[in-house]
């Protein structure tokens, strides 16, 4: 059987081992051909191809749910599961998602975005299961890297309280962080503690006791002794920690050896309640240049298949947001020593690894545990540190609870940096960084700043060092700056709450923030050649928004626009319509922004083209919404 042929994962079943290794060989180069053209996530989908084959081959999946845990390891899923003839759209816009998706597939049983949540809604799914009387399986893959999330051993630890709830965990471990090495007297003895008859003696062996005569209920704690012994035999340190939080422990497995991977997961199918199956994988798994820089290759632009290179640009690119951020910080950073960096597992995402590399004691990496993160950066700035905790805007979410509680209640200076801030790409709904301007804005003792361009970011970083009398955010997009030129040292702090005028004009009043004043820029020239002059602002900050240089203009000019890249429900322009309104100053408001809709993956220019956010767009809404007025003008 060809991949190609298969539309449905249970057509794996009855094929040979050999059959199966053939299909993995086709998954792994249907995945690299794919990846090289149009980028995406590389070695984790490389590392779960044996694992996905063997535990589906395991399974029905007419009935039968699979939860995985971030949706970028989940290709060889996407591939064998009716995506394989399309596949070559992934994360293109209306082509295949480059994360589970419930609306995009039957198998795709639960959106998976953000990581350490599979396990929760797997014990969900099985619960309700058990409450409606069904029988199907439930089996949620996880990361090591993910199982670093609070939330994950939450669940762990709420499902080790349910012996009687079947349900499987496969932890993919694919960087030997946490397991012993995989070898012929961990799998013999992990056969053995699992065999029938160990686990006839573990269960039943308290019982028989209780009917020696003159033994009885006596007896019981010595016997519990004993059972639980019998339970540790052979189980790994990992397995002990797992098998005292209530799971059945298996593991490690090799997560290479198909036919060791079926026999394992058709065992756990049959040991009730909790079972924990740990997988040991390598990351990049049958491309070697992948195999030997695992973090590098977790994810990748196009690239030379042959090579593993990047694909030269046509021409040379400003640097990224994300590389001036850090440089800058750095630099701070040598000669301050109270200055410390902290990421939640996105040091290279976030470009903090330049600081790691430079100054190691002022670099923290929590994992995947942004609210730790954030708690942890609390704590700092009250022993007088200065922490800076870049996380991107989507997954600083996660920390809503803290931000509010830990920082802005007791009024801490910690220094907030938002990465991949507005409209990101290809990742789609779960990455957008659509909402940080609307849920920080209403916490109180909250600054909140976003610069126009790489270098004023770069005084940002300052300002948000020097500020101290709580806690400021700045937020800045993916991507490349606009090659504005560029300082090495002595940037200047922002006065807090001020913004700048750009360009003046009669007619209309267009307001930018962030990202998008360079937008606003274009379309007060745009504007111009239909006689309209307007006035831009780069108004900085959205809070405190600088009200003394915004409502005389607002008052003189009459007619107002607002652009952001973010959700227009409680933005910046919901900022500026709230301050017009609170001082009585009469003036229409025309807010451009993401509306009230989720904003799929497609490259960032083809999703602000759909959501009308390009220059000529915007001026031409701008034309039409204010028309009586700018029909008094010369056109």
């Not at 086709?26 to 996530?41: C, F, P």
């Not at 948000?464 to 940037?491: Q, S």
């Not at 319509?577 to 509306?595: C, F, H, Q, Y």
Request: aromatic fraction near 6%; hydrophobic fraction near 40%; proline fraction near 6%.
């Amino acid at each position: 059987m060809h991949l190609s042929e298969i539309s449905h994962p249970n057509q794996l079943h009855g094929l040979s081992i050999h059959q199966l290794e053939e299909i993995a060989r086709q998954i792994r180069e249907k995945h690299l051909e794919t990846v090289a053209t149009s980028g995406g996530h590389l070695g984790p989908g490389l590392g779960v191809v044996e694992l996905t084959l063997g535990l589906y081959q395991t399974l029905d999946l007419d009935r039968d749910k699979v939860l995985w845990d971030v949706g970028h390891q989940a290709y060889p899923h996407k591939i064998i599961t009716g995506r394989y003839h399309n596949f070559h759209t992934l994360r293109q816009k209306d082509g295949v998602a480059g994360y589970l998706k419930r609306c995009e597939s039957k198998f795709d049983h639960f959106g998976a975005g953000h990581a350490s949540t599979s396990i929760s809604a797997a014990l969900g799914m099985a619960l309700a299961r058990d409450m409606k009387g069904d029988n199907f399986k439930v089996a949620a893959i996880i990361g090591d890297g993910a199982l670093t999330g609070g939330m994950a051993l939450e669940a762990i630890n709420h499902a080790g309280h349910l012996p009687k709830t079947n349900m499987l965990v496969v932890l993919n471990d694919n960087e030997m962080s946490i397991s012993p090495n995989v070898g012929a007297i961990s799998r013999y003895l992990n056969k053995m503690r699992l065999s029938p008859p160990i686990q006839f003696l573990k269960d039943n062996l308290e019982e028989q006791f209780k009917h020696i005569p003159f033994v009885g209920e006596t007896f019981t704690p010595e016997m519990e002794r004993l059972k639980e012994g019998m339970k540790r035999l052979a189980v790994s340190k990992v397995g002990a920690v797992i098998e005292e939080l209530g799971f059945t422990y298996i593991g490690p497995v090799d997560g290479h050896n198909l036919e060791e991977l079926i026999t394992t997961f058709k065992q756990a199918h049959e040991i009730p309640g909790p079972v924990l199956v740990h997988v040991s994988t390598t990351k990049g798994k049958g491309y070697a240049v992948a195999e030997e820089d695992q973090v590098g290759y977790h994810a990748q632009n196009p690239f030379n298949l042959a090579t593993g290179k990047a694909l030269p640009a046509n021409k040379p690119k400003p640097p990224k947001y994300s590389k001036v951020f850090a440089h800058t910080l750095v630099k701070l950073a040598e000669n301050n020593p109270k200055i410390i960096g902290i990421t939640a597992a996105m040091g290279t995402g976030t470009c903090l690894d330049k600081l790691h590399a430079k100054l190691p004691k002022q670099y923290i990496d929590v994992g995947i545990a942004e609210q730790h993160a954030v708690t942890l950066a609390a704590g700092l700035a009250c022993e007088g540190m200065r922490p800076v905790a870049g996380i991107y805007s989507t997954f600083l979410q996660r920390a809503y609870d803290q931000i509010i509680h830990d920082v802005c209640i007791q009024k801490l200076p910690v220094f907030f940096c938002l990465d991949r801030a507005g409209i990101v790409g290809a990742d789609g709904p779960t990455h957008q960084g659509m909402y940080d301007i609307a849920y920080l804005r209403c916490i109180p003792n909250m600054v909140i700043m976003a610069p126009k361009d790489e270098g004023e970011l770069q005084r940002m970083v300052v300002t948000g060092i020097d500020y101290t009398d709580g806690p400021i955010a700045m937020r800045y997009p993916r991507g490349n700056g606009y090659g504005v030129p560029l300082m090495e040292e002595g940037w200047e702090a922002i006065p807090i709450g001020k913004g700048e005028i750009l360009r003046n004009g009669d007619d209309v009043l267009i307001l930018g923030y962030g990202s998008m004043v360079h937008p606003a820029i274009q379309t007060a020239e745009i504007l111009s050649e239909h006689g309209i002059a307007a006035t831009v602002v780069n108004a900085r900050f959205v809070k405190p928004l600088d009200t003394e240089l915004i409502l005389p203009l607002a008052q003189r000019i009459g007619q107002v626009v607002t652009m952001e890249e973010g959700c227009l429900m409680g933005g910046f322009g919901s900022a500026v319509t709230e301050a017009l309104m609170d001082n009585n100053v009469l003036a229409p408001v025309l807010r451009l922004g993401v509306p009230d809709k989720l904003v799929d993956h497609a490259k960032p220019d083809e999703s602000k083209a759909d959501l009308g956010l390009t220059p000529s767009q915007m001026a031409e809404r701008i034309l039409q919404s204010f028309k009586s007025k700018l029909s008094t003008v010369n056109v």
